[in-house]
């Protein structure tokens, strides 16, 4: 087959042709970073190269030394970013050129904020980066030959729709891309402007990013042999003494490995030398990823051996919870052939990994007792990932649940800024437990009639509206030696808390109600599991009790909501004995009005502890003859 007749016309995917006209007409406020892109892809290309040929030499083609080249032509107003690395097929060009479903595109258009210098920089957490490219260049070319092959591949396009891809020849492996620079971007061909970018952004990077200068001799005219200058450090940052790293290093060093666009909120940088020696440098972003929620992605912590780059892998250097940190770990005493199977079963890795998890717990402290602002926003962006700790990580349960923030009846806001330790700090005298409620949301817990006790008494009451702090209250049910109670389950006994007089009220209102407790049994039959009167109402004429190791209704409403096939629990409905509505019940002689009057109230508990009627028509209608009574 001749190169020729392999040559194709393909239109782009739809979100990148969108993708491509807001790099060409919006995002011009910092264009510089479209290197910074090209530079890091070339970076991963190595990588990728150095781990393939841990089980292959032979892809290093008798070329080992990985390096980055930056050429320029100010005639011609190109620009070309070369590497030997891994490379790619032609089969590879069409799926991360051509095509970007996979790289989270719909979610960087919904995370662009209308600020120019803020979007342009989203684009290398989405993994577009590529295509910033077209912020300078009106015409791109790719010629790429991935390593251990023979084909090379040329593709090209003027980021209008569409784009060709052919066959070509290339000698050496890896890929070179060459912008054609729009009119006015003529800086970009300069050789100062391009080292002053690299220092900026690139310094950190591992490989020798090389560029060069053409000398002219006396008598020629025309250029002796280019001579290559590395511009950058190419050393591993983490390998450098921590104390002659800067701020601006690190968050360039960290932006590079995360793909984000901030710098980052705190970092640990640690050496460990002795039995077993490694480093570990690790980062806590300023900003929730998009793909937080994806618990398959398991990027996030690159493993490196000797410097020498094995895998991104979460999974096996942090736990679930911490799945947000961002980071290397470089260790001396791990094979270079390091495979899936051996991480698994290696015990310097769940070393690496328990202490690494303590470093970052540690840091979290650090930030949480000196500085709250910090702490709070690192919160409203992972707090709901932290509450998954004390479930996944029994060892480390009690300082994970110190880190813990949760909205409370304290000040009554649905701000997660209480802990667990302020809560105990606050505790009346002779009160045993840290009680919660769970509900759907904020106002569903904030007015609950289940907290009408704890308000009277100022009892402090967490309200707890995460779907994942069900999961959370199962896993923790102490702190500090001070059990964690629902509120909403059991009989609520309140101890050295409860007053006399108000016990006494209560059993003398208990007995003028008579026989009322087993006509509001008989009325709802198998509707509920028990009838009794409260002890944690004050207001409410009713509320719904679960007993106290069944499932709660929010975790009922929780379980079915993600299709879940959960029976309901038959609840205990609690009477206010001191309540009006519930005497004037008791004076109900007709039995159909007694009924009527009874499914009311127990309506009225189930929709104010967040459930669905199956009935509300039948509910509407009661209502409205309570009303036409009233109103006669």
């Known amino acids: 087959m001749t190169v020729e007749a392999q040559k194709e016309t393909l239109e782009f995917q739809a979100e990148v042709q969108q993708l491509l006209h807001l790099m060409i007409h919006s995002l011009y406020s ?45 005639d011609a107003r190109t620009l070309t970013v070369s590497d030997n690395g891994i490379g790619m097929s032609r089969q590879e060009v069409l799926d991360n050129i051509g095509t970007i479903a996979r790289s989270g595109t719909r979610q960087f258009f919904q995370a662009l904020s209308g600020d120019e210098a803020k979007d342009s920089q989203l684009i290398g957490q989405f993994g577009v980066g590529f295509y910033s490219c077209y912020i300078v260049a009106d015409k791109v070319t790719l010629v790429t030959r991935r390593a251990g092959t023979d084909e090379a591949v040329r593709w090209e396009s003027d980021g209008k729709g569409s784009y060709t891809i052919e066959s070509t020849d290339k000698a050496g492996r ?84 995360a793909h984000d666009f901030e710098a980052p909120l705190a970092h640990s940088h640690n050496r460990v030398e002795g039995k077993h020696e490694y480093i570990s440098l690790l980062y806590i972003p300023s900003r929730a990823p998009f793909d937080l929620w994806d618990r398959e992605r398991s990027h996030g912590v690159k493993l490196y ?57 540690g840091l979290l402290e650090s930030i949480a007792n000196n500085d709250a602002e910090k702490y709070a926003k690192f919160w409203k962006e992972f707090g709901k990932v932290m509450k998954e700790g004390p479930g996944e990580d029994f060892a480390n349960k009690e300082r994970i649940a110190g880190l813990l923030r949760f909205a409370s009846t304290h000040a009554d806001t649905a701000e997660q800024t209480v802990s667990l330790a302020e809560y105990i700090g606050r505790m009346k005298e002779g009160q045993e437990h840290i009680y919660y409620i769970t509900a759907e949301s904020f106002l569903a817990a904030k007015n609950s009639p289940h907290l009408e006790v704890f308000r009277k008494k100022g009892v402090e009451v967490l309200l ?4 994942v702090d069900e999961w959370l209250v199962s896993a923790l049910t102490e702190f500090d030696g001070k059990t964690l109670q629902s509120v909403t389950k059991g009989e609520l006994d309140l101890g050295t808390l409860d007053d006399e007089t108000d016990k006494e009220e209560q059993k003398k209102a208990e007995e003028e109600l008579g026989d009322l407790i087993e006509r509001v049994k008989t009325a709802l039959g198998e509707k ?28 009922e409403r929780i379980l079915k909501a ?15 004995p001191g309540h009006p509505l519930v005497h004037r019940l008791k004076e109900e002689a007709d039995d159909q009005r007694f009924g009527d009057l009874t499914a009311i109230l127990y309506d009225q508990a189930y929709l104010a502890e967040g459930g669905s009627l199956d009935d509300p028509a039948g509910f509407i209608h009661r209502m409205n003859e309570l009303l036409l009574d009233l109103a006669k």
């Open 30 to 74: 910092n264009k510089e970073i479209f290197l910074r892109e090209l530079i890091s892809n070339a970076s991963d290309a190595a990588d990728k190269l150095r781990f393939e040929a841990l089980k292959n030499d032979a892809l290093y083609e008798g070329d080992s030394e990985l390096k980055i080249r930056i050429t320029f032509d100010k």
């Open 528 to 555: 509920v599991k028990e009838v009794r009167y409260s002890h944690r109402l004050t207001s409410s004429p009713g509320c719904l009790v679960s007993e106290e190791h069944e499932m709660g209704a929010n975790m």
């Open 562 to 576: 993600v299709g879940q096939d959960v029976a309901e629990a038959k609840r205990i409905f609690e009477l206010n």
């Open 174 to 257: 890896g890929t070179e891309v060459t912008l054609h620079l729009r009119e006015g971007e003529d800086e970009f061909a300069e050789g100062y402007r391009l080292r002053n970018i690299i220092h900026k952004f690139s310094d950190h990077i591992s490989l020798p990013i090389e560029m060069h200068q053409e000398h002219y001799g006396e008598e020629k005219d025309e250029p002796e042999a280019p001579e290559w200058e590395t511009v950058n450090r190419a050393s591993a940052l983490w390998t450098r003494n921590k104390d002659d790293i800067s701020d601006e290093e690190h968050a360039e060093f960290y932006k590079h490995i």
């Open 305 to 361: 051996v000797r410097r020498v780059f094995i895998k991104d892998d979460t999974e096996h250097l942090m736990p679930q919870y911490l799945r947000f940190v961002r980071g290397v770990i470089d260790s001396a005493d791990l094979p270079l052939n390091v495979s899936r199977e051996i991480l698994q079963s290696n015990r310097l890795i769940d070393t690496i990994k328990s202490a690494s998890v303590k470093r970052v717990l």
């Open 464 to 467: 707890l509206t995460d779907r």
